[in-house]
């Protein structure tokens, strides 16, 4: 049944001919998933009609990511396929006729995997009913059905732009929605208002998707996902998937902060994620932050961050704390931020956005190894300016700085110093008035020529005596001992001197421990 607010369309919508426009951005893209769809297609077309789903006629069809990406020309990694008119278990059979191993990772909703080699992949489907059935993201029946038609196979689909599809033995567009034409207009569209609230999820999901793309909600579409938010509809979905948008918006995006002021718009933030919430109207010190309240601040600097992870060679997990760092920098501004003497001030906000970021990371479930290293970054993200400022002025020579830099790295670790930089350099260019170029990060360059001078990143939490140094002073003074915990305690109180600043050579370190009573 069509949603009230969707946009009428006729029971069959086929293109009376040949759509050159999208086969020429077919055979754009890569040749082998172009190759292995065109193969299923003719192989489908070539069997006989199943009666059962008449009038619907095997055929296959490219949906959804991939055909919106083709339309906008970008090259996506996976093709998603849907097979008409044909049995579940004759599809099945049939893919692994032609392309061998076939994943059922997905079976339950009907998705099947095949993988075709260099990263490429078809998730490969049989149109589906979705309907709610309960509360929770389990509360849905899903029922896979071979005679649906493609228009009412496209109207389960969230947003116009992904309900396209692409027939891959006749070269056909179908755009019953006119997901086409609201992407031109750079319009985010609802296609089915009523099977759209069968899954909140798709409110983070058009956050997503109007950062990836630059979109603006349509307004009765933003009009209904508000009414979602008001109603706590967000309130049922597990917290992974939460994550997962999260992750696609600030990974994905290019300018995360559109998706971001999007959830705001909605009420997203004010309900479910009060931390960042918090952030809004919280004055800054127009001397170091002329950009506005620290809600701009941080939109500008999760966008810097975002230009970051595109510019250097991190892993996934790195990203993910870059990102997540970037977001959650300032959090903790709004409890300690106040005017002294006509100025403001945020002293100790570092330590104080500790413990929000752990409510707010622990609420959507991020691994340990993210949320220690987002910690890190929001504990220590003023650490690298604050030592180039000591540094500049004279108040610490070069061996101390660089003695600084190894104990900041190792206070940081295991997380690498180059991704707690970013977030730090996200920081610093994220402080201007729009528009304005902003300084070199003159703190970060200087910190990462010291690494590399003193090979700190080899071993920066390597303590700089070891546990043989020990025994040998012991078995100088004439002694004779079991290494046990004692020396590792030697060691630690040889590194606090060393982290103090009151030795900084090994042979200095051996003196020390020389006049230790061990």
Partial sequence: M?????????????????DKSAQERF??????????????????????????????????????????????????????????????ERLKELLASLFGRVDTV?????????????????????????????AGHRGFLVDSDPSLGVVEAGR???????????????????DPFGGLEDLEKRELRVTDHERFEDDPLRVMRAAQFAARFGLVVESASFMLMKEMIERGDLAELPAERIFEEWRKLLLKSARPSIGIELLRALGATEKHFPELHALIDVEQEKEWHPEGDVWRHTMMVTDEAAKIIRREDFSSEEKEVVMFGALCHDVGKPAVTQEFGGRIRSHGHEEDGVEPTKVFLRRMRVSNVVEDGVLSCVRDHLK???????????????????NAVRKLLKR????????????CEADSRGR??????????????????????????????????????????????????KPGQWVGEAIKRVEAMRDAGEIVTREQALEALSKLEL
Wanted: aromatic share 6%; proline share 7%; no cysteine.
């Fill in 2 to 18: 069509q949603g009230e607010n969707s946009r009428p369309v006729p029971e069959e919508v086929r293109a009376s001919a040949v």
């Fill in 27 to 88: 055979e754009s893209q890569e040749q082998a998933l172009r190759d292995a769809g065109i193969k299923l297609a003719r192989a489908v077309a070539a069997l006989e009609p199943d009666e059962r789903y008449h009038p619907t006629m095997p055929a296959v069809f490219a949906v959804g990511g991939f055909v919106r990406d083709m339309m906008i020309g970008i090259k996506p990694k996976d093709m998603d396929v849907e097979v008409y008119g044909v049995d579940p």
């Fill in 106 to 134: 997905g079976e339950a909703f009907g998705i099947l995997k095949v993988r075709i080699g260099d990263g490429l992949e078809l998730d490969v489907s049989i149109p589906r009913r979705e309907s709610k059935a309960g």
């Fill in 156 to 174: 389960r689909r969230d947003f116009t732009m992904n309900s396209m599809a692409y027939d891959l033995a006749n070269g056909v567009s179908f």
């Fill in 384 to 402: 690298p300016e604050l030592l180039h400022i000591e540094l500049e002025k004279g108040r610490m020579d070069e061996v101390q700085y660089a």
């Fill in 412 to 423: 940081i670790a295991p997380l690498s110093w180059k991704a707690f930089l970013a977030v």
């Fill in 432 to 481: 201007a008035l729009p528009g304005v170029q902003t300084n070199p990060y003159f703190a970060g360059e200087k910190m990462a020529q010291v690494i590399a001078r003193e090979r700190l990143d080899a071993a920066p939490t390597q303590p700089i005596i070891l546990g043989r140094d020990v025994l040998a002073l012991v078995e100088s003074r004439g002694q004779v001992r």
